[in-house]
C-alpha cells in the first residue's frame, strides 16, 4: 500500500465514523477531505486548519484521521519502517512543524516528536542525520527526550532472530546520538541537565513516578553511570500512588538484588515493609529478600504468610480470593517455605491450617499430593470436607482434582464410608455424580452399599445408590435396577436408572401394547394426575393422532408425553417419550405440534420449555418446517437472538433431510457472526446424529439429497418424447433427450408439476453446493476417511457429490498408510497417475489427499499430470503449502517456526483473514483478541499467539506479530507432543499463519 492509497484507507474509515457518531460534530467530517488533500501536497497547511484541529472535542476524527497517517507504516517480512511515508522536507510535515501549537498537548503537531522519534530507534549514521534534521526544523531535544522515555526500552532495540530464534538487543539511536546532545544550558519539566547526563535522568525519573521505561533506565544508569545512582534508588524499584500507597516493582527489586544485593538490600526491605497492607505486594519483595539473605527476614515473611494462611479461616465469601505472588498462590509459596525450613513444624502448620480453613485451592491440593504424599491421605479427606459453595469458582474441578490424587493411595472402608457419607448427606447434583464415578470403582465395598441405599426412605440415598450401580456391568445389577425402574417415584432417581438400562430395554422399540403399558406405569406413580403445563390450555389443545388406529391420543397419553419430554436433556427427546413418538401420525398431528409452538413463544422463549420445541420438532415434520423458518427470521428481524438458537433446535429434531440442511447452513451462516446461533446449531447437529444414531459426519453425508434420481438421471417424458435430468459440473440441471443432445433449459411441453418439482431440485441444489466446498476441505485438513462401501454410496451413487468426485484428487488408505492416489474420469472410472485402473477393495478408506502425504516423486508426477491435462479442482490440493514437523520440536506441544514476524497487513486484518479459513476468535483480557482452530475428529486444537489484535477496531495502524503456536488437546491442561499431531492438521495451521504474514 502506497502513501495515497494509505491516505485514502484512512480517510475512508474516519468518514464512515463521523457518519455513525451521533454526537459528532458535521464539521469535523468536512474537515477530513481537506486534510487528506494537505496531506497529499495538493494544498498548502493553512493557519485556520491549526486552530480547528486544537478543538479536539469538536474535531475528534480528524485528529484520528491525521494520528493515523503520521503513523502510517511500511513493512516486509522481516521488519517494519516506521513513518516511511513522510520526509522532516515533506511541505505537509514541515507546515505543521513550523507553528506554535507544536508541543501544546491537545495539538495535533504535539504528536511530531512521538513520530519523529520512533526513527531515533534506528542505530546508524541515517538515524543520526535524521535526528540533527529534526532539531534543525524545530523539533527540540526536550520534546524527543520525553516521548522516548515513555518507550517501555528507550536505550536498546529488541529484535527477534529469525534464524536462531532468540531474542537480541543492540543501542537504540536514541541512546547513541540524543544523550550526547544534551546541553545544560536548557531545561526539561523544571530540571536542570547541569549535572550530567545520568543526575539528569535520574531527577526525571523522579519527577516522572510511573514512567513504563523506568526498569531499562535503571538498568542503563547501572551499567553505564552507577554512581549517580547513589543512596537514592527507592524510586526505581517502586511507584507511588497518589494516595502514598507503595506498590513494589518486583521485577526491578531482583535485579538490583541480583546485581548488588548488599547496596540496594536497605531500599528493598523498607519498600517490603512499607507496602505490608497488601500481602501481593509485600510477599514476593520479602521473598526475593529472603533468597539474598536466607534467614536475616524471617519475621517479615512469617508476619505476612500467617497473615495470609489466617485469612482463610471463618472466610464466608462466595467468591474467595486466593492471592498470587509470581504466578504463585502466596499460601503455597509460604507452606512450600516452611517445609524447607523445618519439614515435621512445616507439616504442623499445614495440617492446622487444612483443618481450620473454610476452602483451599485446587493449587495448594496439588502442593500437598506432591510434597507431602506420605502424609497426604488424611489431608486430602480432610480437603473433600470443605464446602462446595466456597471451595472456588471451579467447584467440581476442585473435587475432582482431590479424587484424582486419592486414585493413587490404597482407600479403605472407613475413606470410602466417608465419601459415601459426603454423596448422600453433604453433595449437590454434580458433586454427587463425581463422587458415585469415583466410588463405583471399588466394587468390593460399592456394590453392597449401593443396593442398601437403593432401598432407602430418602431421595438422596435412592439416587446415589443407582448412580453408583449405573456404573456396573453385571447382569444381575442390570436386573435388580430394571426391576426397580417401574417402582421408583422419584424422576431424578428413575432416570439414573433408566440410562443404566436403556440399552436392554429399549434393545428393541416398543410396539403399541408395550407403549400402553408404559403409561399405565406412569399413571400408577401418579405422574399424569394433573397439568402441568404452564403456557398450554388443556382443554384447547388438538390432540395427536395414533397412527395404528387414527385415533385421538387420550388426556393420559397427552399428559405422558409432556411428563417424560420434561426429562429430556438438552434438545434429544427422553428415553420413554421417544417410544411413544414412533407411533404418532405426524401428518395428522400438525395442529398439535403448531400448539405447543406457540406455547413456547408464549413463554417468552423460556429455557425451562425448551422441551416445547424437542416437541414441535419431532411431532410436526416437514409440514412444520416453512413455519418454523418464518419464526426464525422474524427472531433475527426482532433481535430476540436466544429464541432463534432455540428455534433451530426444533428445527433439528424435524430430523428430515431438508431441515438439517437447513440447520447446517445457519451452522455456517452464523459461524462468526451471531456465533451463539452458529454454535445453537452445531450442537442442534450433534443431537440430531445422536437421535439418528449416527456421527456427525455420516449426517453431513446423509443429508445431501440424490431428489430421487436413478442411476445419476431423472427420466421423464415431455411432449411424448423421452428425457434424462442430470446434473452437470457447473451444478445445474441439464437434460438429454433420446438422442443425447444436450438441452440446459426444460423441455417444451413438461408437464407443469414436474416443471415445479425441476425448479425446486435447480434451487435446493444451489442451497447444498454453498456449503459442500467448505465441508470438503475440511475433510481434507481433518483427514476424514470413508469406507469404500460409503464413499460409494455417499459420492459415486449421488448426483451432486459425483461432480465433487471427479473435481478432486482422492487416496486409498489402509491402517493409515497411504496405497494409490487416483483420479475419477467422466465415465466414473477411477485411475492413477499412470492411468492404471484402481479396484476398491473392502477393508479399505477413501479420503481427499494432501500433498504432504505424498513422498516428492509421486507429488512431481501428480503436479506433471494435472499440469498437461489442464486440470483444475475444486480447491487448492497439490499447490497447497506444506511444513513438515521440525525433528527438534517433536517433544514439544508448541512451535516457533515464525516467532516473532510481523503481519504486514496490521493488526485489524488478522481476525478476518483467520475466520475466512476457519479459525474462531474468543477475547481475552484486556481486549484482546485470541485465535484457535479445532481438528474435530481427534479433538485437538491449534492455539496461534498474535501479539496486537484487539477485539475493538483500532484505527488499520496497529503492528501484529506472531508468537509462538501451541497445540491442545480438550483443555489448556492437556499439551500433546507435536509428533502426535497429525501431519496435515500440524502443516495447515503454519500454512495459515504462514499465509496470513505473507498476505
Known amino acids: 500500500m502506497n502513501k495515497q492509497e494509505y491516505i485514502e484507507y484512512c480517510l475512508g474509515n474516519n468518514q464512515r465514523l463521523v457518519e455513525r457518531d451521533r454526537h459528532n460534530d458535521p464539521k469535523d467530517g468536512d474537515l477530513l477531505p481537506g486534510l487528506a488533500k494537505m496531506a497529499l501536497g495538493e494544498l498548502a497547511v493553512p493557519e485556520n486548519v491549526r486552530q480547528k484541529l486544537h478543538n479536539v472535542p469538536v474535531y475528534r476524527y480528524s ?114 546520538f540524543i544523550l550526547p546532545k544534551l546541553k545544560p544550558s536548557s531545561s526539561l519539566l523544571g530540571l536542570k541537565k547541569s549535572r550530567g547526563r545520568g543526575q539528569f535522568i535520574h531527577d526525571l525519573v523522579k519527577s516522572q513516578m510511573h514512567l513504563p521505561s523506568k526498569f531499562a533506565i535503571f538498568k542503563f544508569l547501572l551499567r553505564h553511570d552507577p554512581e549517580v545512582i547513589g543512596n537514592e534508588h527507592e524510586q ?25 544485593a548488599e547496596r540496594f538490600e536497605a531500599a528493598v526491605a523498607k519498600i517490603a515493609e512499607a507496602s505490608q497492607a497488601r500481602v501481593n505486594m509485600s510477599y514476593p519483595i520479602y521473598e526475593l529478600l529472603d533468597q539474598s539473605f536466607p534467614g536475616k527476614y524471617s519475621a517479615g515473611i512469617d508476619k505476612v504468610g500467617e497473615e495470609e494462611l489466617n485469612s482463610f479461616v471463618n472466610q464466608t465469601s462466595t467468591y474467595p480470593y486466593f492471592t498470587r505472588a509470581n504466578s504463585k498462590e502466596i499460601v503455597v509459596s509460604y507452606s512450600k517455605l516452611l517445609l524447607d525450613r523445618d519439614f515435621d513444624k512445616g507439616l504442623t502448620r499445614i495440617r492446622k491450617f487444612v483443618n481450620e480453613s473454610a476452602f483451599i485451592s485446587t493449587s495448594y491440593v496439588r502442593f500437598i499430593f506432591e510434597e507431602l504424599k506420605p502424609h497426604a491421605l488424611p489431608l486430602l479427606m480432610t480437603a473433600m470436607e470443605k464446602d462446595a459453595k466456597l471451595v472456588d469458582m471451579h467447584r467440581r474441578g476442585y473435587f475432582k482434582s482431590i479424587l484424582s490424587k486419592l486414585k493413587e493411595f490404597d482407600l479403605g472402608a472407613e475413606q470410602f464410608d466417608q465419601l459415601l457419607e459426603l454423596a448422600v448427606e453433604r453433595a449437590g447434583k454434580p458433586l454427587r455424580r463425581t463422587l458415585a464415578t469415583f466410588l463405583a470403582q471399588y466394587p468390593e465395598y460399592s456394590t453392597g452399599k449401593a443396593r442398601e441405599l437403593c432401598a432407602g426412605k430418602k431421595v438422596d440415598q435412592r439416587i446415589t445408590g ?53 403409561i399405565d406405569f406412569a399413571d400408577k406413580r401418579k405422574k399424569l394426575n394433573r397439568w402441568a403445563e ?51 401420525d405426524k401428518d395428522k398431528s400438525e395442529k398439535f405440534a403448531l400448539a405447543v409452538l406457540q406455547g413456547f413463544q408464549d413463554s ?37 437472538f436466544k429464541m432463534c438458537e432455540y428455534i433451530v433446535g426444533a428445527i433439528a429434531m424435524v430430523g428430515s433431510n431438508k431441515a438439517l440442511r437447513v440447520v447446517e447452513m445457519l451452522s455456517r451462516k452464523y459461524a462468526n457472526k451471531r456465533a451463539k446461533i452458529g454454535l445453537a446449531a452445531r450442537e442442534a447437529l450433534d443431537a440430531a446424529a445422536v437421535e439418528l444414531n449416527i456421527s456427525r459426519d455420516q449426517l453431513g453425508d446423509r443429508i445431501i439429497p440424490n431428489f430421487g434420481f436413478e442411476n445419476l438421471y431423472k427420466e421423464f417424458e415431455a411432449g411424448g418424447e423421452p428425457y434424462r435430468a442430470f446434473v452437470s459440473k457447473e451444478f445445474k440441471l441439464n437434460y438429454f433427450n433420446q438422442d443425447n443432445k444436450l438441452r440446459k433449459s426444460i423441455p417444451k411441453d413438461t408437464d407443469k408439476e414436474l416443471v415445479k418439482e425441476l425448479k425446486e431440485i435447480d434451487k435446493e441444489i444451489k442451497a447444498v453446493v454453498k456449503t459442500q466446498k467448505g465441508r470438503l476441505e475440511t475433510a481434507l485438513i481433518e483427514g476424514r476417511r470413508w469406507t469404500t462401501e460409503e464413499w460409494q454410496e455417499y459420492f459415486l451413487n449421488n448426483p451432486i457429490m459425483l461432480i465433487y468426485v471427479q473435481k478432486l484428487l482422492w487416496g486409498l488408505y489402509k491402517d493409515g498408510q497411504l496405497l494409490e492416489v487416483f483420479l475419477c474420469d467422466d465415465d466414473i472410472e477411477l485411475y492413477n497417475v499412470t492411468d492404471d485402473e484402481v479396484d476398491l477393495d473392502a477393508g479399505e478408506q477413501i479420503g481427499i489427499v494432501h500433498p504432504i502425504e505424498m513422498n516428492e516423486a509421486l507429488l512431481k508426477q501428480w503436479k506433471e499430470k494435472v499440469y498437461e491435462n489442464d486440470m483444475e479442482f475444486e480447491f487448492p490440493i497439490l ?57 474435530q475428529g481427534s479433538k485437538h486444537r491449534a492455539y496461534a499467539n498474535i501479539e496486537g489484535p484487539a477485539a475493538f477496531y483500532q484505527g488499520g495502524a496497529v503492528e501484529a506479530t506472531v508468537w509462538e503456536i501451541a497445540f491442545l488437546g480438550e483443555n489448556w491442561s492437556d499439551k500433546p507432543k507435536i509428533e502426535n499431531i497429525p501431519a496435515v492438521f500440524y502443516s495447515e495451521v503454519i500454512a495459515d499463519i504462514n499465509a496470513l504474514i505473507n498476505a
Not at 492 to 500: A, G, K, P, Y
Not at 616 to 632: A, E, R, V, W, Y
Open 63 to 176: 485528529r484520528r484521521f491525521l494520528q493515523e497517517i503520521l503513523y502510517g507504516t511500511v513493512r516486509d517480512k522481516r521488519r517494519t519502517k516506521s513513518c516511511s511515508f513522510w520526509s522532516l522536507e515533506d511541505p505537509f510535515i514541515k507546515g505543521l512543524l513550523a507553528k506554535d501549537t507544536l508541543y501544546q498537548q491537545d495539538s495535533p503537531a504535539y504528536m511530531l516528536p512521538l513520530v519523529c522519534s520512533k526513527l531515533a530507534f534506528e542505530s546508524g549514521g541515517e538515524s543520526k542525520a535524521f535526528i540533527d534534521r529534526a532539531l534543525e526544523l524545530g523539533v527540540t531535544e526536550d520534546a524527543l527526550i520525553i516521548q522516548m522515555l515513555r518507550y517501555s526500552s528507550p536505550f536498546e532495540i529488541i529484535e527477534m532472530n529469525p534464524e536462531t530464534r532468540s531474542v537480541e538487543y543492540s543501542p537504540s539511536g536514541f541512546a547513541e
Open 236 to 260: 526505581y524499584l517502586m511507584n507511588r500512588r497518589r494516595d502514598g500507597e507503595v506498590i513494589p516493582l518486583p521485577h526491578i527489586c531482583a535485579y538490583a538484588l541480583d546485581k548488588d
Open 466 to 518: 443407582a448412580l453408583i450401580l449405573s456404573h456396573s456391568q453385571e447382569e444381575a445389577v442390570l436386573d435388580e435396577l430394571q426391576n426397580l425402574v417401574e417402582l421408583e417415584r422419584n424422576d431424578e432417581t428413575r432416570n439414573v436408572m433408566l440410562e443404566s438400562v436403556q440399552d436392554r430395554k429399549f434393545s428393541q422399540d416398543y410396539d403399541v401394547k408395550a407403549v400402553m403399558e408404559m
Open 534 to 584: 404452564k403456557w398450554i390450555e388443556e382443554e384447547s389443545l388438538p390432540a395427536p393422532v395414533w397412527k395404528h388406529s387414527g385415533e385421538a391420543l387420550s388426556q393420559k397419553e397427552i399428559r405422558f408425553l409432556f411428563y417424560r419430554s420434561k426429562q429430556a436433556k438438552g434438545l434429544n427427546s427422553d428415553i420413554e417419550a421417544r417410544q411413544l413418538i414412533r407411533h404418532l
Open 604 to 640: 417468552n422463549a423460556s429455557s425451562k420449555f425448551k422441551y416445547y420445541l424437542t416437541i414441535t420438532g419431532l411431532i410436526g415434520g416437514d409440514k412444520l418446517l416453512p413455519k418454523l423458518n418464518t419464526t426464525f427470521r422474524k427472531g433475527i428481524a426482532d433481535k430476540r
Open 879 to 935: 499447490e497447497r503449502a506444506m511444513f513438515r514437523r521440525d525433528p527438534e520440536e517433536m517433544q514439544s506441544s508448541i512451535t516457533k517456526r515464525l516467532w516473532g514476524q510481523e503481519i504486514p497487513k496490521g493488526a485489524d486484518y488478522v481476525a478476518g483473514f483467520l475466520e475466512k479459513r476457519g479459525w474462531q476468535k474468543q477475547s481475552a483480557d484486556g481486549g484482546r483478541l485470541e485465535f484457535y482452530r479445532n481438528l
